[in-house]
């Protein structure tokens, strides 16, 4: 077993493991808004979309348009939230096909509908029917006369679920990479890729992956591996992704900003502590959270046996 697999498969491991101890846990529907809120909002980024993650929340909370930004950011957010609310209202499909042609269909239509109004080739749940020019270097799309063989093919084969012992994360990684290979649409085969792995995710009984902007880098560099044959890099990203967003479940109720926390050190400290992973935190939207506990258990990690023996 190479090193990568070893490690995918006890990060996997892991998750399940947290994953079927909040199983018994019904998330509140504030926690599930706040995850299909920075899913919508980094996806859509992803896509172009200039919205803030406060214009994105007015938009899907309260339908009201906030700030100066383009027609078609708030267009493609609107629509892209409604696709990705029906994902997350899925219930686990413990066996049997996991996705099928017409829900593929179906989530396109319902991620770019808005985006018909602006954009004469946004044609919800159209097939492409032109060359397209390569998704990313090396990529290139299948003619357009293929694409219905394509994904048939494609949903016949992966869309069953991972095959007996295999990583699940890395089927995940398999499916998404060569979903945007196909390139089915014309607009939106990426946002449709993302958003059908999160409904595969919903029906293994687990969160959405999210793709905050922080991580955009890493996610993108993630798909180039995948696009040049080493899946491990993305499967990797969703799994860390999965493992942090499930963290939202099952958070204390005294979870405190970083600020709030400083004191016996500062909130730049925290902060970098978090995100190496040494202090244990969950993010709401885009912020990061912890406790005076984790705090504490962090510094506590941080002594050295001469500062026991002071």
Request: glycine share 8%; proline share 5%; aromatic share 8%.
């Amino acid at each position: 077993m190479i090193r990568g697999d070893r490690e995918l498969r006890a990060l996997e491991e892991d998750v399940l493991e947290l994953a079927d101890g909040t199983r018994a846990l019904e998330a509140s529907e504030q926690a599930k808004f706040a995850l299909r809120l920075e899913e919508v909002w980094g996806s859509c980024a992803l896509a172009g979309s200039a919205t803030t993650l406060a214009q994105t929340r007015a938009l899907l909370q309260r339908g009201v348009v906030a700030g100066d930004r383009a027609l078609r950011d708030y267009l493609m957010l609107w629509s892209y939230g409604q696709a990705s609310a029906w994902a997350q209202a899925q219930r686990p499909r413990p066996a049997g096909a996991q996705v099928t042609v017409a829900e593929i269909r179906g989530l396109h239509a319902r991620a770019t509908a808005g985006m018909a109004l602006v954009e004469s080739d946004a044609t919800p749940g159209a097939w492409r029917t032109h060359n397209a020019r390569p998704v990313r270097r090396g990529v290139v799309p299948v003619p357009p006369s293929l694409i219905v063989s394509e994904i048939a093919s494609f949903v016949d084969r992966y869309g069953h679920g991972a095959a007996a012992g295999a990583s699940r994360f890395l089927w995940l990684a398999t499916f998404q990479e060569r979903l945007e290979r196909i390139r089915p649409f014309s607009a939106g085969s990426g946002r449709v890729a993302r958003l059908t792995v999160n409904l595969l995710l919903t029906r293994m009984g687990l969160p959405f992956a999210t793709i905050p902007p922080r991580a955009t880098r890493i996610y993108r560099e993630a798909l180039t591996y995948a696009d040049a044959g080493n899946l491990y890099p993305l499967a990797h990203y969703l799994a860390r992704s999965v493992q942090r967003n499930l963290g939202r479940f099952t958070a204390p109720a005294d979870l405190r900003t970083l600020a709030a926390l400083a004191g016996p050190v500062s909130e730049d400290a925290l902060r970098k502590a978090a995100l190496r992973g040494r202090l244990r935190h969950v993010y709401v939207g885009a912020r990061l959270f912890s406790t005076a506990l984790w705090r504490d258990e962090y510094l506590a990690s941080r002594l050295t046996p001469s500062d026991l023996r002071e």
